[in-house]
């Protein structure tokens, strides 16, 4: 009995806090992008509203949640933020992620869930232009190369970058009338039946 060994205690609890690191972290990680999510609705919404140069960090992070310093922590400063929220980069991919065939109902129903789930629309904040100055000459070039010219690379056929530039059209005028003028009976439909009723009208631009 003298040479029973006694387990040693040290090394669970030794390995337990390397173990848990990456646990810790992600949470940490997915509160980050959360909160940079935040910020980026934030700026959005004032953007559609006010005029860039009136835009100031602590009205975004107001409406956000969150302290002006955490904003330039995660965007650097105000013009690094706005050249985010005037690229519309981030929402091309889901917004053509569909088969050229129904890419129609796709694009509708994005516009139409992204505006009623989500609170951001992936196109209409060009409508905003005009309030910009300088800055809505910047929102027009990104809209144009980063929305229709990309829509345009999509399609066979003639006249590909006018039929690019009336889908988006059509698209844009069921956006602003559902979320800017916000018809009564359009809101009160249901999206699958605005889908329907609505996407050909895009997709007769798209595979005419």
């Given amino acids: 009995m003298s040479t029973m060994t006694t387990p040693s205690a040290t090394t669970p609890s030794a390995a ?20 940079k999510a935040a910020i980026l609705r934030a700026a959005r919404h004032l953007l559609a509203r006010h005029a860039h140069a009136d835009i100031t960090l602590k009205a975004v992070a107001d409406r956000a949640g969150v302290s002006p310093p955490l904003i330039l922590k995660y965007f650097g400063n105000k013009d690094a933020l706005f050249a985010r929220v ?11 992620d569909a088969p050229l065939e129904d890419l129609g109902r796709h694009m509708v129903r994005h516009m139409l869930v992204g505006q009623t789930e989500r609170g951001a629309d992936p196109v209409l904040r060009i409508v905003f232009a005009p309030l910009q100055g300088e800055q809505g000459d910047i929102l027009r070039a990104n809209f144009r190369a980063q929305i229709g010219d ?14 690019a530039e009336l889908a988006v059209s059509a698209l844009l ?21 605005i889908v329907d009723r609505y996407a050909p009208a895009v997709q007769m631009h798209l595979t005419p």
């Fill in 150 to 163: 990309r829509l345009a690379e999509r399609l066979a056929g003639p006249d590909a970058g006018l039929r």
């Fill in 16 to 35: 337990a806090p390397s173990a848990a690191a990456p646990s810790a972290a992600a949470p940490a990680r997915r509160d980050a992008e959360a909160t």
């Fill in 86 to 96: 005037m690229s519309f980069e981030a929402d091309v991919p889901d917004l053509l």
């Fill in 173 to 193: 005028g069921l956006g602003v009338m559902f979320g800017i003028a916000r018809g009564v009976h359009l809101r009160a439909a249901a999206i699958d039946d």
